[in-house]
């Protein structure tokens, strides 16, 4: 009994940055069992016949989405890389900037094409223009997230760069950019490398890592809360629907800008354990008490069976409605400046 009882401990252990602050009372780290990080405390792994049942069925919408040529508008703009105001732009997808007291971060940057994914909007500006930036944040190491030759670029043009990334995502760091700083942290962390001005912390999501053939949730991923006296900014990541967004609310307070996943829903049998539809995130952002609802991840890849302009659509109809009280729907590189809405 005792060896048994032996055996299942070394299966599962709790991993944290030791010299960061947890803000969660009595939290041991992030679980991993059999070394793979849990999806809080369960194992998730994708299935692969969910994956094969994708390739061989028909899409019900195939024909809505072959006449469907949405895509996000696009607002040439690079003045706001040399503004010295607080805002958030969008960079398309899930790449963002944002600039908080005079501290500069770009979040998941994703600037060009992927592999066998074409990016089917354009950036705002150059991606050697994207200068001046203080803090790489990065949520998880889907290629859609984080891109190695979009990293190169914007190390090679901002020397100061310091990256915030989840647990064990360091690896792909040393290899892309050897000689970036970076700093890892699980749930719940403080990073403590960006200036007192601004707080950041690395929350939870409810989703899973690959990027390889045997690297299946080795490591972590999550969600991001940037924080200043006068606000607090949360980047949901990739996320399901789950408990967590009513406990970072809990943790850290009401959520004034929130800007979170709509798309990639479809099929559901697929889809729902890893991302959120439109009503789903509305959802998120109620139990988040949000303010602002910043809508990403849509209109920039084709990665999923919905029609592109669908998730726009079913936002809005859901604004029109009067369930989501906050929608701000800004076009990629259109600032949003966040002391209007404060």
């Not at 969910?50 to 895509?71: A, G, M």
């Not at 354009?122 to 991606?127: A, I, N, Y």
């Not at 789950?242 to 996943?261: Q, S, V």
Request: glycine share 6%.
């Amino acid at each position: 009994m005792r060896e048994n009882l032996q055996q299942h401990n070394k299966r599962i252990r709790h991993l944290k940055n030791e010299r960061l602050e947890t803000i969660k009372p009595g939290h041991r780290g992030n679980k991993v069992i059999k070394g793979k990080f849990a999806n809080g405390e369960e194992l998730y792994i994708p299935a692969f016949s969910n994956v094969l049942k994708w390739q061989l069925s028909k899409n019900p919408q195939r024909e809505e989405k072959k006449q469907d040529n949405y895509t996000p508008s696009v607002l040439k703009n690079a003045d706001f890389i040399s503004s010295d105001q607080d805002m958030v732009v969008w960079l398309g997808h899930a790449s963002f900037f944002i600039r908080l007291k005079g501290i500069s971060f770009i979040i998941d940057p994703v600037l060009y094409s992927l592999p066998m994914v074409q990016r089917r909007t354009e950036l705002p500006c150059q991606p050697e223009q994207l200068q001046n930036l203080d803090f790489l944040l990065l949520s998880h190491a889907h290629r859609d997230h984080l891109d190695q030759q979009s990293i190169k670029t914007i190390v090679k043009h901002n020397p100061q760069l310091k990256a915030l990334a989840p647990l064990e995502v360091g690896k792909i760091l040393r290899n892309t950019c050897p000689h970036l700083p970076y700093q890892e942290a699980g749930w719940y962390q403080k990073y403590d490398l960006v200036p007192d001005a601004v707080e950041v912390y690395f929350m939870p999501a409810m989703h899973w890592h690959r990027r390889g053939l045997a690297d299946m949730n080795k490591m972590l991923w999550g969600s991001f809360v940037l924080k200043t006296p006068e606000l607090s900014l949360y980047f949901a990541g990739d996320s399901a629907i789950g408990p967590h967004f009513e406990e970072i609310a809990d943790l850290l307070g009401p959520m004034d800008i929130c800007i979170m996943p709509v798309g990639a829903y479809k099929p559901a049998f697929l889809m729902a354990k890893s991302h959120m539809n439109p009503h789903e995130a509305v959802r998120a952002y109620n139990n988040l008490r949000g303010g602002t609802f910043i809508p990403m991840h849509y209109g920039t890849f084709d990665l999923s069976d919905e029609p592109p302009g669908e998730p726009a659509r079913l936002v809005q109809q859901i604004a029109a409605a009067g369930i989501l009280q906050g929608l701000k729907m800004p076009a990629i590189g259109e600032p949003v400046l966040l002391k209007h809405l404060q």
